[in-house]
C-alpha cells in the first residue's frame, strides 16, 4: 500500500521557472522530511517539517507541512540545472521501536539550462 | 548533519556467491538502522529493520534467508546478500536514527549506498 503519493513523477523545466511538488496522505504523519538524490548516491536530507502548518525555507526552496500534518509541497523558485535529482518525501510515525520512515515514489526534476 | 557511512560503494561478484555490505553511523549511535533497496528512477523500497541487538524486522516479501542483516553494535549494521543472483543486482542503501532524536518520527541519515551487480 502506497501511503504517500507524490506527484508528479516527471518533471522538466527550463531554468528560471518555478515549480511545486507535491506529497498526499490520507494518514498523519508525525514529522514529514524531503530528501534529494544524486544517481549513484543516497538521499540527502533538506529538511524536516513537524507541527502543522509549519513552513520552512531553504534559500530558493519552500516548503510547507499541511494543517493536518498529511500533506506537505517543495516548492523550487526559480530553479537552476544544480537543483536536477530525484526529490523524496518520506513521512515519519512516532511508536517508539516500531518508528519507520514510509517515502513516496519521488519525483525527477530535471532542469535545462 | 550526521554521517552514515556504508562500504563497499560498488561491488561486482558472480552468481551464487554472497556480498556483504556494512552501515556505519560515525558521530552518533543508532539503534535503529534501515535497509532499503532502490532500483533506477524509482523511490526507496524498505527491505528490513535492524534492531541492535536483536533479529530484523523484514518486510513482506523478503526473504530472510537470502538478506541477511547483522546489528551487532550501536554504530554497524550489515547486510549480506547470499547465494547472489542476477535478480539481486540493484542499489542498496542504508539510513541510521540517532539515539539521541528527542521526538520520533524525526530524521533518519543515509548512507551513500551500494551498487550491486550479480553477473
Known amino acids: 500500500t502506497q501511503l504517500l503519493e507524490q506527484s508528479p513523477q516527471f518533471l522538466s523545466i527550463q531554468e528560471g521557472e518555478n515549480l511545486t511538488v507535491y506529497c498526499n496522505s490520507s494518514?498523519?504523519?508525525?514529522?514529514l522530511q524531503w530528501y534529494r538524490q544524486e544517481p549513484g548516491e543516497g538521499p540527502v536530507l533538506l529538511v524536516t517539517v513537524v507541527t502543522g502548518g509549519e513552513v520552512k525555507k531553504l534559500k530558493r526552496l519552500t516548503f510547507q507541512f499541511g494543517d493536518a500534518r498529511k500533506d506537505s509541497s517543495l516548492h523550487i523558485t526559480a530553479a537552476q540545472p544544480g537543483d536536477t535529482g530525484l526529490y523524496l518525501c518520506?513521512?515519519?510515525?512516532?511508536?517508539?521501536?516500531?518508528?519507520?520512515?514510509?517515502f513516496g515514489k519521488g519525483t525527477l526534476l530535471t532542469v535545462n539550462p | 548533519g550526521a554521517v552514515v557511512s556504508q562500504h563497499p560503494s560498488w561491488v561486482i561478484c558472480k552468481s551464487g556467491t554472497s556480498v556483504k555490505i556494512e552501515c556505519r553511523s560515525l558521530?552518533?549511535?543508532?539503534?535503529?538502522m534501515f535497509w532499503y533497496r532502490q532500483f533506477p528512477k524509482q523511490s526507496l523500497m524498505l527491505m528490513a529493520t535492524s534492531n541492535e541487538g536483536s533479529k530484523a524486522t523484514y518486510e513482506q516479501g523478503v526473504e530472510k534467508d537470502k538478506f541477511l542483516i547483522n546489528h551487532a553494535s550501536l554504530t554497524l549494521s550489515t547486510l549480506t546478500v547470499t547465494s547472489a543472483h542476477p535478480e539481486d543486482s540493484s542499489f542498496y542503501i542504508c539510513?541510521?536514527?540517532?539515539?539521541?532524536?528527542?521526538?520520533?518520527?524525526?530524521?533518519?541519515?543515509f548512507g551513500q549506498g551500494t551498487r550491486l551487480t550479480v553477473v
Open positions: 494518514s498523519v504523519f508525525s514529522s
Open positions: 518520506a513521512g515519519g510515525r512516532s511508536g517508539g521501536s516500531n518508528y519507520k520512515l514510509t
Open positions: 539510513s541510521a536514527r540517532d539515539l539521541r532524536a528527542v521526538v520520533w518520527g524525526t530524521e533518519a541519515f
Open positions: 558521530d552518533f549511535q543508532a539503534t535503529t
